[in-house]
């Protein structure tokens, strides 16, 4: 027998080799209780809350929403000055809805237009410009698949966060082969538009009409309501109410007389910011590590930066990711900027030409803007004929960015105070080895 199979042989019947293994098990089995039951006094928390209790703790705003024969370029534009990344989309004749647009949708509108791979670095100015002049005669008809949020009744109000987070991160109804839409609309009728003989749903609460879903409701999708056939509703819920629950992509209007109207929206985001309000009271769940509660483990995915905007663009769509991490290839890939689907929505159509220059010149016309008026065609120009100022340079590109032993507590204020849109996770070489986004912190409660 070789010496390296007696020595294994030895360690294993070795008693202290055995207790030191049943302790570590013993150590691994208490932090993962501790973990459990601190993300379960979260989740006691969004039990706790209906979405009526939401609703009315949030700030009146207005919602944002468009007809489909709205000009894609003036979507566009609505969402980057509003600071918002989708809005509802309904149907200007038949008020059917039609879905959430997303700056998204918008992007892989243009680069289809510019065809990426087809096109040679001398022609890239050319054919996005090209592709801004289109996207001006383009409405939002043409948009494809406008997938980032569903709508739910209004009735819907005595569901907690719980289940309605539970039911987003699902991909709503898993419907179009979404994974996870970020917000949730909450729809009423406009009662001036209904046909006569058409009775309005009792008020929020009403027992007779309300809707009260249960986990298995969730999963199965039971979130908006119409008047029809009560055969077709399922069994639980024939006892109380006479409506039948549809696919939120089947709320058309037409033949029913009744408009539709998007009164609310309710975000990863304000669901988030509720807990993070209330973190003194989850201490344990805040100032846990990152390993331990599983996050930061997600491989980010990272472009040189010296690449084309538009081709990191192009990358960031075929990865079906919303963030991206730039480095320096030349100095050992260390983390540079980075490069967030949004910092597409602050483009004019005309300024289309600017996604030509390199990724991280970029990325950093966003965060020099003092003595640079003008939109980012302008800024680029000026910071080409004049340079910058040492103190715009100390400014450069936001990067939000920790150890990988960090606890959540930072990385929630630089997702929730900061409003950045993801933290990178760096290994001791200033690499990036991970990220955490809202969607993974929201993941982690809600299962």
Not at 242 to 250: E, L, Y
Not at 379 to 405: I, T
Request: charged share 25%; with cysteine; glycine share 10%.
């Amino acid at each position: 027998m070789c010496p390296r199979t007696q020595q294994a042989n030895a360690a294993s019947q070795s008693p202290e080799l055995g207790q030191g293994t049943a302790a570590t098990r013993l150590t691994r089995s208490r932090s993962e209780g501790a973990m459990s039951e601190a993300v379960g006094g979260v989740v006691s928390l969004l039990r706790s809350i209906t979405l009526g209790e939401s609703l009315r703790r949030k700030p009146p705003c207005q919602v944002v929403s468009f007809d489909s024969d709205t000009p894609v370029n003036e979507a566009l534009h609505m969402l980057g000055k509003v600071g918002i990344k989708s809005a509802p989309v309904f149907d200007r004749r038949t008020n059917a809805f039609l879905g959430f647009v997303d700056c998204r949708d918008v992007l892989a509108m243009v680069l289809d237009f510019v065809d990426v791979r087809a096109t040679r670095p001398e022609e890239r100015v050319y054919r996005l410009r090209i592709a801004g002049r289109r996207l001006e005669n383009e409405t939002l008809d043409a948009v494809w698949p406008m997938d980032d949020g569903e709508l739910v009744y209004r009735n819907n109000e005595r569901v907690s966060l719980y289940e309605l987070m539970r039911f987003a991160n699902a991909g709503g109804r898993q419907v179009k082969g979404k994974q996870v839409c970020h917000r949730v609309g909450i729809f009423d009728y406009v009662e001036d538009d209904c046909v006569e003989g058409w009775e309005s749903p009792g008020p929020v609460g009403d027992d007779t009409q309300s809707d009260v879903f249960t986990e298995e409701r969730v999963s199965a999708g039971y979130w908006s309501e119409r008047s029809g056939d009560p055969a077709d509703v399922p069994p639980a819920r024939q006892e109380s109410s006479n409506a039948t629950a549809v696919d939120s992509g089947n709320l058309s209007r037409e033949g029913f007389g009744r408009k539709l109207q998007v009164t609310a929206v309710v975000s990863q985001s304000d669901v988030l910011q509720l807990v993070y309000q209330n973190r003194h009271k989850y201490e344990d769940f805040f100032d846990a590590s990152l390993e331990s509660l599983g996050l930061g483990r997600k491989r980010v995915v990272c472009v040189p930066c010296d690449m084309p905007a538009m081709n990191a663009f192009a990358t960031m769509m075929s990865y079906n990711v919303s963030h991206l991490g730039v480095i320096d290839q030349r100095n050992g890939g260390v983390l540079v900027g980075s490069l967030s689907v949004s910092d597409f929505t602050t483009l004019n159509t005309e300024e289309f030409g600017v996604l030509a220059i390199p990724v991280y010149q970029y990325v950093m016309l966003h965060a020099i803007r003092e003595g640079m008026p003008g939109g980012l065609v302008s800024r680029y120009e000026s910071l080409n004929d004049w340079g910058v100022k040492g103190g715009e340079l100390e400014k450069g590109p936001k990067v939000a960015c920790m150890s990988a032993g960090v606890t959540l507590r930072p990385v929630a204020e630089a997702l929730l105070e900061e409003r950045c849109n993801a933290v990178f996770i760096l290994d001791g070489n200033h690499r990036p080895q991970g990220v955490v986004t809202k969607t993974d912190v929201l993941k982690l409660i809600t299962g």
